[in-house]
């Protein structure tokens, strides 16, 4: 067995050899190239260089999410810098601005880690988890029940999933590794409504574009995506024997939330009129999706409870609701600020108070009132009355908190600041204005990354757009960024090519797609469900090597369905 061993990490250290060797050979390569051959493709690939040294950094070397977000900053500052023509105070601005603009979303990883550990702490998990067991049986449907429905309805509403699921997932039985890849691979599909649809309100506004167009372009790629990410979670937690025993209820997860979605999207869309709020939309399909699993539980009962599943332990209404306050709260909180009005308020609340100039005229509103992170803190507060922590709960949840929030809210602000680095390539400050220089189309990076492979595929490149989305995501850490820092790539490589409007709108929902099915491979929320429950990064490593896998089958069904779309003029 020892021998065995010894031979296992022999050989997985030999691949991470030749890895790193087919690495760096790529780098000096395209390098050399791009200076002194002056050839598109070189400078794609050197474009492309952080994020392949992201990715081959944790499924490969084992490296942690944190290690690899330092290292792909520092290649993309000294790439813009050296082989894309920025001023290095660009760079380092960029960094900055990216770095701050990322605490919507890591501001709300590190209130969403502390909501869970106190609940931990005070063993609210444990009732739910119970809760939950009782109400659907099986690993199988658990895991839809979690992943699919529950993990929906949470993100949309802007909690962060793979701070909370793990030691709730960890409390119901399942494995680490198991309860990481459902909490991270589960909403994929919906991740376009997550945070209240912020990744399609956001571009949407900046690109003028019609927001309920472009979520019903999203919606007709989730019937396939969706049940793709159902069948997947169900391998990774057993295997084909799990897809074989889960299909009914892989079906019934994956086609009611892309349906409910589609629906939903439809009826505004083609009405010209937001009878469904598309801010609820994610949260209203969650729920769905949760309803369908049971109503398929009472019409097919499974033929045997597992023995987890018949708890003998019974609680009151009243500690049931205690256990489950933080997350009402937080669900009637954030349903009020999703209502336009109210949002509208918080947001112009505070005035300028909130704003100030990071570099040159690049400014940030934090918008901290209509924040879902300040929601979670409040939330958090409020459920203190009805969890009744005693002081030592208190101290040891918080003490918890303090060694383990650093790393999480580090990744996510980092890989934000490499997303900005790369945007603000081939830039320029004159007279205190960011602006392009003369060869910003031929020398920023994002632009390299779009227009190559639109040059090298022609009109063919529709069949390959969603890989934009897939390369923005895991770079930029989010849909949402992927979404707005190349969505003028992506206009302009479609009217390139010849293509109309509509067209457009198909491929940038397409992209859309991608780049929520990546947040299954982005290194930052793997690394923060990893730590929520103290695990390694061999585990991180291993989660990544799965997840590339199906992300890049989901990615590929995307490009597919994108080239018939439009080829039936959808």
Known sequence: MHQLSLAIMMKEKTVSMLFLIALVITGVLALWMAWYGGKGSWKFLLALFP??????????????????AVVGLIVSVVLAVTSFATPLDVAIGGACYGFIKSFGISISVIAT?????LMKEVEALNIISQVITRQVAGREVQALYIGIGFGTFLSCLGVVTPSLFPPLLIAMGFTPLCAIAIA?????????????SIPITLPAKIGGLNPLEFAFKISIFLPVVSIG????????IGGVESMKKG???????????????LCFTSVDYLTGIEYVPLRIVGVLSGLVAMLSLHVQQKIKPPEQRKEESRDNSHYTRAEILKAFSPWIILTILASIISIPQVGTWLTGLPGKAEVFTVFADQTVDLDILSQIYTWIIIATIISLFFLKPSKTQLKNSTIFWLKRFLIPFLAYSLYFSIAFVMSFSAMQVSNSVLQPITSFREQNMNVILGTTLADIFGTSYVFVAATIGLFGAVIGGSEASSNVLFLNVQKEAIAGIGLNEKAFMTVYGSHAVAGGTASAITPAKISNAVVTIDETKETESLIMRKHLIITILLTVAACVLTGLFIALGI
């Open 247 to 261: 299909v009914a209820p892989a079906l019934v997860s994956g086609l009611s939330i892309a349906l409910a979605c």
């Open 113 to 117: 880690m502390y909501m869970i550990f």
């Open 51 to 68: 994020l392949l040294v992201i990715l081959f950094g944790v499924a490969f070397f084992k490296q942690s999410g944190l290690a690899m």
């Open 184 to 196: 991270v691979l589960g909403y994929n599909a919906t991740t376009s409504f997550a945070l209240l």
């Open 229 to 236: 990410i159902s069948f997947a979670i169900l391998w990774i």
